[in-house]
């Protein structure tokens, strides 16, 4: 209790020195949270998305990743090929498709296009999808709008949407709010988009099974029988976001440690500045039987104390730019894109006060180390 008392009176003696040392530290820890938030964000969201997906193999041109929007590169004749094998493999239905998108970075602006054919309706990818207005079905000639996307871009039944110069088509539905990514999307009759593509050919065939097929096997089988193709499952997909979301955590973590770095730089200046304006205090205190431990605990307590405070602060700020963050996504895209669960802070925690011990440890052994004759002829 002594040592807790002797901390806060230094500190505030200090007052606006500590103040801005606290506030680099809370700042650098709130900028940590919010980049690795991100991530955490995305993990969530793709769980989540990939648990209510309905097709549990996307089949696309060899070479293209999972984040990617599928090129037509598929011919027709592979489609055959696959229908072919259906009965075999256990697989219950096939649903070709192209993607288009159109517009910038602006939800309101930008536009994904996604092709069903006949037979094929949004509750093939996301069986709970029920309609809130008109029908579920876009064919022969209409399009059926996610919720999200009705409302960004104040799209009514029967509104027009141009694909292209040429070609226009009225929106016959609107879904009820339910999946992020379904909410966003814009389904269209596959021939209408291929027309505007000018292609024959499909980007993917998302591949229903039925339920006692092992997915796994049915996707090496259609590779193996099927050259120049990618068969990914639900669960290689969320292994390859899993890798690629490590990376970024990794970028992310690289950039937060800069600025975290300089808020331990601070500390250490905040610290070191104290020890060099109480060399007389500290060497009174070992006159009257103060031991050098107890020096080294009191210096280092001060920068753990900094640390531990400006972390927790930290936190708090990244917390609150989280919860800001998800409230414009979920407007924007109906997804809440960044995350702080309890082992981010507890990490972000951690590392502030690693850098507080490090940034202390010089310090603290410099005041221990005071030869008391010197410090008691300083002035």
Known sequence: MELVLLVWRNLTARFTRSLFTWLGIAVATASMVLFLSFGEGLRQALVSEMGNFGP?????????????????????????????????????????????????FDPTSSFI??????????????????????????????????????????????????????????????????????????????????????TKNYGVFMILLDPDAKVEEVARKLEAAIPGIDAQSTNEALKFAERSLRIGDLIRFGISLVALVVGGLLVANTVMMS???????????????????????????????????????????????????????QEAVGLALSAVTPRLALFSMAVALVLGLLAGLLPARGASRIPVTEALGRV
Request: glycine share 12%; net charge positive.
């Open 56 to 104: 549990q193999i996307r089949v696309v041109a060899e070479g293209t990743d999972v984040f990617s929007p599928p090129q037509p590169e598929l011919p027709p004749e592979m489609l055959e090929q696959i229908r072919a094998m259906a009965p075999e493999l256990g697989i219950r239905k096939i649903i070709p498709s192209v993607m288009l998108v159109r517009g910038g």
């Open 113 to 198: 296009f996604h092709g069903l054919p006949e037979g094929a309706d949004p509750r093939d990818f996301y069986p709970p999808a029920k309609a809130a207005a008109g029908r579920l079905d876009p064919h022969p000639d209409g399009a059926v709008v996610g919720a999200k996307k009705a409302e960004l871009s104040k799209l009514t039944l029967g509104k027009p949407l141009r694909l292209s110069r040429e070609v226009t088509v009225p929106v016959v539905g609107i879904l009820e709010p339910a999946s992020g990514l379904v909410d966003s999307l814009i389904f269209v009759p596959l021939k209408t988009l291929q027309q505007v593509l000018g």
């Open 275 to 329: 020890v060099y304006e109480r060399t007389r205090e500290f060497g009174v205190m070992r006159a009257i039987g103060a031991r050098r431990r107890f020096i080294f605990g009191l210096v280092l307590s001060e920068a753990l104390f900094l640390a531990l405070a400006g972390g927790l602060a930290g936190v708090l700020a990244g917390v609150l730019g989280s919860a800001a963050i998800n409230a414009y996504t």
